[in-house]
């Protein structure tokens, strides 16, 4: 049964879809989606509540919302489990997913759509969520423990954006948060996670544009 | 021997959505009431992070945040399945709970709970909303089909408290004229045999509401 993927190249969402995919050993056709020049039909039309990516046709149906899509990745692929063994700690990553969710991007956008004194305080409420991160790593290898998974493969695709942040807040997340720092290089060593990354140099670039579009700078 | 525990708060629909997943799959559990105001130092042991009610304790083990405590029953208890089997079916379930909570129910709230532009902005929005779920309920007794599911437990929100709070304000968003389909399942819902069991009291909800209303706190 095909599998296609509607992405574009600077998500983070996206790089999520790609590395559960590549950890899965699962091939599929990836369509690049022009989301300023205009959304394609079939994503529309997949998506017309959110019009957003990634958006994951298996088949032709289509899942939506990039946890949701790992989480249906890891049901539907069985090897290798991404999900944890005991139903505590899917509980536990479960937990976290959500937290990183609701936390973690849009931290990150008050930092670089900030002005001013907003850019400070947005600065402040991210480091403080990635410290909570950081204690929810512990002395642990990886977030799937001895094992990369799935907890980390939400994690560390939104960390292509954190040169980002950094240029913008003023920090150096190797500074506040030492160990999460550590367990970023870890994951950037993994194939599965460096082929899916986009250059977070041309996310720089791309978020000095949208501060343009914005007229914040 | 299992040991559960669920820290709830009377009036929450959130602990009630938990309360009804647990009695779904007969699990016995003892339940503490936290005053919100003055939360126990044991619960606060178990939940330093978000601190907020329903926290379910299995053998010692805390799990909080209501969406991750349902899966978490359905996955460790035999009975009456919450989640679909299949995948693909699971997916949609999580997401249109999602966008009950998000594109729905946190809207009405906040409706209810502002003034001026942006009540306006929040009516509109959730109405935009209530247009697409009233389209998804149109030809089923329940979300989950002929069965309560997941999305029917997460819109419990919808169907017993926004009602009253709408009410108690005197702003109405979600009327039966304009949404017939979410009415008629809210009905439904709310007389359920085993539904009705685990609502807390109309009045008492009412009353909580009107009083947070006048003091502006919820507790």
């Known amino acids: 049964m095909p599998v296609k993927v509607l992405d574009f190249w600077a998500s983070p969402f996206g790089v999520r879809v790609r590395v559960a995919l590549a950890e899965k050993g699962v091939s599929y056709e990836s369509q690049e989606e022009d989301l300023f020049g205009g959304k394609s039909d079939l994503l529309l039309q997949s998506n017309p509540i959110y019009e957003k990516v990634p958006v994951l046709l298996h088949d032709d149906k289509p899942v939506l919302e990039s946890s949701n899509i790992v989480y249906y990745i890891d049901e539907t692929w069985p090897s290798p489990k991404l999900l944890p063994a005991s139903s505590y700690d899917r509980s536990r990553a479960r937990f976290w997913t959500d937290f990183i969710d609701k936390k973690v991007y849009d931290a990150g956008r008050n930092i670089w759509m900030g002005k001013g004194a907003e850019v400070e305080a947005a600065k402040d409420e991210f480091i403080d969520v990635l410290k909570k991160l950081e204690g929810a790593l512990g002395n642990r290898e990886y977030y799937g423990g001895d094992q990369f998974g799935f907890l980390d493969i939400i994690f560390v695709s939104l960390s292509c954006w954190f040169p980002t942040y950094e240029k913008y807040g003023g920090f150096k997340v190797e500074e506040e948060t030492p160990k999460i720092a550590a367990w970023l290089k870890k994951c950037y060593k993994r194939e599965t996670v460096a082929k899916s990354m986009p250059d977070s140099q041309k996310v720089i670039e791309f978020v000095g544009m949208m501060r343009k579009m914005h007229g914040i700078e | ?219």
Not at chain 2, 115 to 127: I, L, N, P, V, Y
Not at chain 2, 163 to 168: A, H, M
Not at chain 2, 191 to 201: G, I, R
């Open chain 2, 1 to 219: 021997m299992s040991e559960v525990k669920l820290f709830g708060a009377w009036f929450s629909p959130y602990v009630k959505r938990v309360e009804m997943s647990l009695n779904l799959k007969g699990v016995e559990y003892e339940y503490i009431e936290e005053d919100l105001k003055n939360k126990s130092p044991l619960f606060l042991q178990y939940n330093p992070i978000t601190k907020l009610v329903p926290a379910l304790v299995h053998n010692g083990k805390p799990i909080f945040e209501s969406s991750v405590i349902l899966e978490y029953i359905d996955e460790t208890w035999e009975g009456p399945s919450i989640f679909p089997k299949d995948p693909f079916d699971r997916a949609m379930s999580r997401f249109w709970a999602k966008f009950v909570e998000d594109k729905c129910s946190d809207l009405l709230w906040k409706a209810c709970w502002s003034a001026g532009e942006e009540r306006e902005k929040a009516a509109k929005e959730a109405e935009e909303g209530l247009t697409i779920l009233e389209n998804e309920i149109k030809d089923k007794k329940f979300f989950g089909g002929e069965n309560i599911g997941l999305v029917d437990l997460v819109a419990n929100y919808i169907a017993l408290w926004n009602p009253i709070l709408q009410d108690v304000v005197g702003f109405h968003v979600l009327t039966q004229d304009k949404f017939p389909n979410i009415s008629k399942w809210a009905d439904e819902f709310c007389n359920d045999s085993f539904v009705e069991k685990y609502m807390p009291e109309k009045e008492k909800v009412r009353l909580w509401l009107k009083r947070a209303v006048e003091t502006g706190s919820l507790y």
